[in-house]
């Protein structure tokens, strides 16, 4: 089975990792429409957990033109980026829009998708200081099979040299 996210270990505390996550992708156009703190709401139900937020970022013109290809995207919108600790480090999973696609085969919404990924993965290695170079990744397509694909799809991209490979 093909992974559907990247977890990167972040160089920065949760809550400066969490800031850099919301302010980048303001900077990159993308809007934070809310941040889940999800340790502080399972906390005020009785349950303890280590630090845990999910950042939901979106881009009206592409969430318009994924959705224009297929409604029903909207059960994967918006982004989500996770912020947690683990063992007293602090991680970073976000959701590869590419696989999104998968679940629409036919709707044609490959290179946008491919276009949104490109930019939430360089929010997300801006965020944690590595900028891309030393985060620990478990999981990341190669840039033979993403070339590939993208050459399928007539996207204009080309793989990113910095995105950390299997």
């Known amino acids: 089975m093909t992974n559907f996210e990247t977890t990167i270990e972040s160089t920065k505390s949760f809550d400066d990792t969490v800031k850099a996550i919301e302010q980048i992708a303001s900077e990159q156009g993308f809007r934070v429409l809310h941040t889940h703190d999800v340790a502080a709401t399972l906390a005020e139900k009785g349950f303890r957990r280590d630090p845990l937020k999910i950042i939901e970022i979106c881009n009206a013109r592409y969430a318009s033109a994924l959705l224009e290809k297929d409604v029903k995207v909207s059960l994967m919108l918006p982004c989500p980026i996770s912020v947690y600790k683990q063992e007293g480090k602090t991680f970073v999973s976000a959701l590869l829009p590419s696989r999104i696609a998968d679940f629409f085969p036919g709707a044609g919404m490959e290179p946008i998708a491919n276009e949104v990924e490109k930019t939430a993965l360089a929010i997300v290695r ?13 999981h ?27």
């Open 126 to 138: 801006e965020a944690i200081g590595t900028g891309g170079a030393s985060g620990r990744p478990n």
């Open 140 to 166: 990341q397509r190669n840039d033979k099979e993403a070339s590939s694909r993208m050459a399928k799809e007539g996207c204009p991209n080309t793989p990113d040299p910095l995105l950390p490979r299997r």
